[in-house]
């Protein structure tokens, strides 16, 4: 309890978007959709990204893939350059059907751990340094050229989460300045409510990640619903708050956008995922962080 209250506390803004949340939740939806238009949205969208962290992912990943491109869903891919080159076909393939992917740094930064036989958490970019945060993100921008053919213009943090803090975010983009990107989508919900759907940080667009209905400052992530050991949500508990969004949304006529990320390997054979992702595509346009762009500089003529 002591430690929730510390948090909060060091935390203000994110206190009073909680404290909104649970007063006036469609009162804080509004504003989303207010600041989104205002950043130059016209509607309501959707992103589906795979943060594909681990090995078993390469496994899965192209079964997953085919299977939303039937749905017609295009997903978005954010790759470690070391697991980037050890399923270099797969990738391959998967960038050959159109797939935007972003740079997700170089090193592997989820492990197998045998004694507890699952995976762990093993790189975490706020206890690095600086020059070893540069040189990752770095790496990663030259595997993907090298790997794909591709020049990469997005990027997302790995365990985006614990990176949150102002200078680790001003830090962050101007690495990605310098290396000529567009885009980022490394921020947790809290700074959609804060600063809308998309915002921009000094020439690099910040796309927030997404939350859930009943906790709207909790991420949506799969790791927590479908795989983690001793989890308190369950896959019923993703689908529920998954639809739960997208059908207020679509009753408030919010303009914003659902942006979702998973692991495939989390997901791969569960069908409510699938169903989950139906109904956002049903409800919000599916396009890409690069489409969004050009979306927001057609705003501006």
Wanted: glycine share 10%.
């Amino acid at each position: 309890m002591l430690g929730k209250v510390g948090f909060w506390l060091s935390n203000p803004i994110s206190m009073m978007y909680h404290v909104w949340s649970r007063l006036d939740k469609n009162g804080l939806f509004r504003r989303y959709s207010d600041l989104s238009r205002k950043a130059g949205l016209d509607r309501l969208y959707f992103v589906l990204s795979f943060d594909c962290d681990t090995v078993e992912d390469v496994g899965v990943v192209w079964r997953v893939h085919s299977r939303l491109l039937k749905m017609g869903v295009m997903p978005v891919y954010a790759v470690p350059g070391e697991l980037l080159k050890k399923g270099a076909d797969v990738y391959r393939r998967i960038a050959g059907t159109g797939s935007e992917f972003l740079n997700h740094g170089y090193m592997e930064h989820t492990g197998f751990d045998e004694m507890s036989g699952t995976y762990v958490s093993t790189i975490f970019y706020d206890q690095l340094s600086p020059e070893q945060v540069r040189a990752d993100i770095v790496q990663g921008d030259q595997a993907l050229r090298e790997v794909l053919g591709v020049r990469p213009l997005g990027f997302r943090t790995p365990h985006f989460g614990l990176f949150q803090k102002g200078r680790q975010l001003s830090f962050l983009y101007g690495v990605l300045r310098d290396l000529g990107y567009r885009f980022s989508s490394s921020t947790t919900p809290v700074h959609g409510f804060h600063r809308g759907a998309v915002f921009n940080c000094g020439g690099i667009l910040e796309f927030p990640v997404s939350g859930m209905w009943t906790y709207p400052l909790s991420t949506l992530d799969s790791w927590s619903c479908f795989r983690a050991p001793g989890r308190r949500l369950t896959p019923n508990d993703y689908h529920r708050e998954g639809l739960a969004v997208a059908r207020h949304l679509s009753r408030l006529r919010a303009v914003g956008i659902m942006n979702y990320y998973a692991d495939p390997s989390h997901v791969a054979d569960n069908e409510l995922f699938y169903e989950t992702v139906a109904e956002w595509a049903r409800v919000g346009r599916n396009t890409t962080y690069g489409s969004l762009i050009q979306v927001l500089e057609h705003a501006k003529t």
